[in-house]
């Protein structure tokens, strides 16, 4: 079984650009979680999303920051304009149920704004 | 009241030996602690995870020790093997989604 795929694996952009990462969950999984791992703050939530409705965006750091789940099977996150400190790691997980006990993390999208 | 403290943050263990990492609660709200382990360049991986109402849950050479009056639970991972070497997270939730995790604890088995 495929696990949570993201794409791309490393985005490199200057400040100021859009940047879009894109998720596709485990098939049959109804929610879905975009999480940013950096040195200084560790894993944090940004936002949930359950049967593709946002339930909680309370973790997005700022009105740059966006979302969207536009069916079952894709995700999106976008950055705009991107700032230097934006740079970190970003996981999509999934899971099913709505008390989603045990989430399944893709590989990351590594983000680098120079 | 929502964090978790995660120690150590870094641990080297000969190969055989018992890896312990440790974390601590102050929510007693908290009712569900997971483990996860991650490799360089990939996501964090489900390992091992346990519920109040029990106070051990072992799985091959993972167990984790839950101590509710303490609010303590950790990690033991015995008989380590260099592929053990990783980064280590605990994790708490409280009936939802949110997780809040650890800081982590890289782990270096040595061969």
């Known amino acids: 079984d495929a696990g949570v795929i993201q794409s791309p694996r490393h985005e490199v952009t200057e400040m100021g650009q859009e940047v879009t990462l894109r998720c596709k969950p485990i098939?049959?999984?109804?929610?879905l979680f975009w999480y940013r791992q950096t040195m200084m703050r560790g894993l944090e939530l940004l936002i949930y999303?359950?049967?593709?409705?946002?339930?909680?965006d309370s973790g997005m750091p700022e009105d740059r920051f966006s979302a969207k789940m536009p069916n079952a099977s894709f995700s999106t996150l976008k950055i705009q304009p991107s700032e230097p400190r934006d740079s970190a790691v970003y996981f999509c997980?999934?899971?099913?149920?709505?008390?989603?006990?045990?989430?399944?993390f893709g590989p990351g999208t590594r983000l680098t704004v120079t | 009241q929502q964090q978790v403290k995660q120690s150590p943050q870094s641990l080297i263990v000969q190969k055989g030996g018992i890896s312990i990492i440790n974390c601590a609660y102050e929510?007693?709200?908290?009712?569900?602690f997971p483990w996860y382990q991650q490799f360089p360049g990939k996501g964090p991986a489900l390992l091992i995870a346990?519920?109040?109402?029990?106070s051990e849950k072992k799985e091959g050479r993972f167990t984790i020790s839950f101590n509710k009056s303490a609010k303590q639970f950790s990690l033991h991972i015995m008989d380590s093997q260099p592929g053990d070497s990783a980064t280590y997270f605990c994790?708490?939730?409280?009936?939802?989604?949110?997780?809040?995790f650890g800081t982590g604890t890289r782990l270096k088995v040595l061969a």
């Open positions: 098939s049959g999984h109804n929610s």
């Open positions: 346990i519920r109040p109402d029990v």
């Open positions: 994790a708490a939730s409280r009936g939802t989604y949110k997780y809040i």
């Open positions: 997980a999934s899971s099913f149920g709505e008390y989603s006990y045990e989430q399944y």
């Open positions: 999303f359950n049967n593709n409705v946002p339930i909680d």
């Open positions: 929510n007693t709200a908290f009712d569900y």
